[in-house]
């Protein structure tokens, strides 16, 4: 039956086309929609975690309350001895030290004296260690303009918006003005090794980086950082193993009234993530519920003129000896049909769009000059597996529920007027 | 019931609502038989009473008063779907129009009345094929209804009806659309199908070239049977 049904779809165009555009449509709409929004959530949630907040993130409770002004004065001090315990307890993940810190750098011309001077957020990690993986996780490699990555004492990375603007080469000194973590002056010099470009506003607008040894000499804090950063080993935030590791190192320090305390952060508890994130499941959520209910408003009244134009079809079939049930699941069955080959369509379409969004890019680069989210310049989808059957959720919903609807006419139809209608 | 009638009407009566409480009566106490492998037809003007008579027989509508027995069946206590199961296994439609589905070539046609008994795809096949050999139209097997002349479309509808082999065949008005040589060609393949299947064939018509082949004439008129007349042999075509 299903394939005698099959036949009928394929040759009767005016059966299947319209409905196979309107489901077409709409699947590669919410497969291309989901598709960017995987991208750039994940784009944001990848780059948050890489710079900023890590799967999760151990600061000191002081710290946390006025993290936007990077109080390196309340810093995590025996970091050495906290990274190892971390990793005692939790040694599936990857524990890294870092020193967020803020300041003035200064540009002198060929004189010595003052060429430029810039705000700069620097940030502090291990490039040295042969076993850190941070330059790797930052991809710091390929976001290298020009130069280098440190591998001495005394070498740094600049922006190459800074670079550019403040007419900085590589090899050039520029001079870190700021305070140590005890309120003195901090004034040091670096070489520029390299010049970098994350394509994260945030991070390209003045960003100074530097081995964690030096910024720890620099800074005074001999075995501190501002923060220790965890991943987890598959490399992907998942909130739910993040929740038990936070609780879990919490749990030790709930009842501390300490305020140097170290507390632990989810992903999501930093920079509105969570909002964020809540915000695009619903948006989602949302976006597939209106597209099944619009889709099946036109479905329904597709149906509606389908079951009329083939009236006669079901008399015959009802005379034929098929019950009125059978024939209004067959519409069901067909509906099915109709809708897997929208549906496929529908995907093929919205994953073409989406690899086109994945490779090109949208770039919001001008929108964000000010900008201090971690942010991607260029918004790309990604194509991921949910992609290859979101499309199908609405697709097969809306054919479906729009030919029930349309299809309930048959119960209404008289058999004892059949030979009459079938005269004409 | 006598065992022998595959049809018996006990004074059946039909009332139609025509509002205001009112009644059209379309059929007055009718008694009828009809027994296996008749060849019987109802005559008479527009408004007798034929069509709603033949839709209690095939259990498409149910009477107002009396008894309808369709093959030990008493129609009026059949649900929708015990009557479609008896239609779609014992009783044969042909239409005045053919009423073949048009997005089905001619065999898928005729297929799909085996289609709805759940017969399996090679008996199926054969049995299709043999029924539009036996109204000569297998070579146009793979047309579209829209490719074939209105008296190869009737003998398509006959093969459809007849390929289940149904005890009974109700055609309404068969030949209404036909001129005088397909009349004629329609009317001796069920006759030939008739005496071959032993099946009971009742004819709704006013159509004499289809009178001259029935065995028995059943004369309605405002819904009474007027006259019920087993035919002369040797008045009778073949």
């Known amino acids: 039956m299903i394939r ?3 036949k009928g779809i394929l040759r009767d165009k005016s059966r299947s086309l319209l409905p196979i555009i309107v489901v077409s449509l709409g699947v590669a709409l919410t497969v291309f929609y989901s598709g960017f929004l995987e991208g750039v959530m994940g784009d944001i949630i990848r780059q948050n975690a890489r710079f900023e907040t890590g799967h999760v993130k151990v600061i000191t409770k002081a710290y946390g309350k006025n993290k936007d002004q990077l109080p390196i004065d309340l810093a995590l001090l025996d970091v050495n001895s906290l990274v190892q315990s971390l990793e005692n307890q939790f040694s599936d993940m990857d524990w890294v030290k870092r020193i967020r810190f803020g300041g003035l750098i200064d540009v002198p011309d060929e004189n010595g004296e003052t060429k430029g001077q810039r705000p700069a957020t620097g940030l502090a990690l291990e490039l040295f260690s042969e076993q850190s993986k941070e330059a790797e996780r930052l991809d710091i490699q390929n976001a290298l303009v020009s130069g280098s990555i440190p591998d001495e004492s005394g070498e740094a990375l600049v922006s190459y918006e800074f670079a550019d603007k403040m007419d900085v080469q590589i090899g050039d000194e520029i001079t870190y003005f700021g305070s140590t973590m005890y309120g003195s002056m901090a004034l040091t010099n670096f070489t520029v090794s390299g010049t970098i470009r994350f394509g994260i506003a945030a991070m390209d607008q003045g960003a100074l980086i530097v081995d964690i040894s030096d910024a720890q000499k620099m800074l005074d804090m001999q075995d501190g950082s501002t923060e220790i950063l965890g991943f987890l080993s598959s490399g992907v935030y998942d909130n739910e193993v993040a929740t038990n590791v936070m609780e879990n190192f919490n749990a030790k320090y709930a009842d501390s009234s300490d305020e140097f305390a170290s507390v632990m952060v989810r992903l999501r508890d930093q920079n509105n993530l969570a909002g964020m994130l809540d915000y695009v499941d619903l948006a989602s959520g949302l976006f597939i519920g209106i597209f099944v ?5 036109v479905l329904w009244n597709t149906g509606l003129i389908a079951g009329l ?19 209004y699941r067959s519409m069901i069955y067909e509906a099915v049909l109709i809708g897997v080959i929208g549906s496929v369509f529908g995907t093929a379409i919205g994953l073409g769009l989406t690899y ?3 490779t090109v890019g949208l770039d919001i680069g001008q929108f964000l000059d000010n900008a201090g989210v971690m ?9 991921t597996p949910s992609l290859f059957y979101i499309g199908f959720i609405p697709g097969l919903l809306a054919m479906v529920f729009g030919n029930m609807l349309a299809g309930f006419g048959i119960y209404k139809r008289e058999t004892a007027t059949l030979f009459k209608e079938l005269e004409v | 019931m006598d065992s022998e009638h595959i049809i018996q009407l006990e004074h059946v009566t039909k009332k139609f609502p025509v509002g205001d409480g009112r009644h059209f009566t379309a059929l007055k106490d009718i008694n009828l038989t009809f027994d296996k492998a008749e060849f019987a037809g109802l005559v008479g003007p527009s408004g007798s009473g034929k069509t709603t ?20 069946k008493n129609i009026a206590e059949l649900s929708h779907k015990e009557s479609a199961h008896l239609r779609n296994i014992h009783i044969g439609f042909i239409f005045q129009v053919y009423n073949l589905l048009p997005v089905y070539t001619v065999f898928e046609n005729v297929e799909f009345a085996l289609l709805l008994q759940n017969i399996g795809e090679s008996e199926r096949k054969k049995a299709a094929m043999e029924a539009l050999e036996w109204v000569g139209l297998q070579d146009l097997a793979d ?16 093969a459809r009806a007849i390929v289940k082999r149904p005890s009974i065949m109700l055609a309404d008005e068969p030949t209404a659309n036909l001129d005088a040589k397909n009349a004629h060609q329609i009317m001796k393949i069920l006759k030939g199908l008739n005496k071959e299947l032993d099946t009971t064939f009742l004819f709704s018509t006013h159509d004499e070239k289809v009178m001259q082949y029935l065995d028995r004439t059943i004369s309605l008129r405002d819904g ?11 008045n009778k075509l073949s």
């Open chain 1, 356 to 358: 086109y969004m994945q």
């Open chain 1, 309 to 327: 134009r083939r009236y006669k079809e079901f008399g015959i079939r009802l005379a034929l000896g098929e019950a009125k049930g059978e024939i």
């Open chain 1, 293 to 297: 209910l619009a889709m099946s408003v």
């Open chain 2, 143 to 158: 047309k579209k209804p829209d490719k074939i002349s209105g008296g190869e479309g009737q003998r398509v509808a006959i």
């Open chain 1, 4 to 6: 005698f049904l099959l």
């Open chain 2, 224 to 234: 009474k049977v007027e006259k019920d007349k087993t035919t002369n042999e040797s």
């Open chain 1, 375 to 383: 942010m991607p310049i260029t918004m790309r989808a990604k194509i």
């Open chain 2, 53 to 72: 008579l033949l839709n209690i027989i095939g259990s498409l509508d149910s009477p107002t008063e009396g008894k309808a027995m369709v093959l030990g």
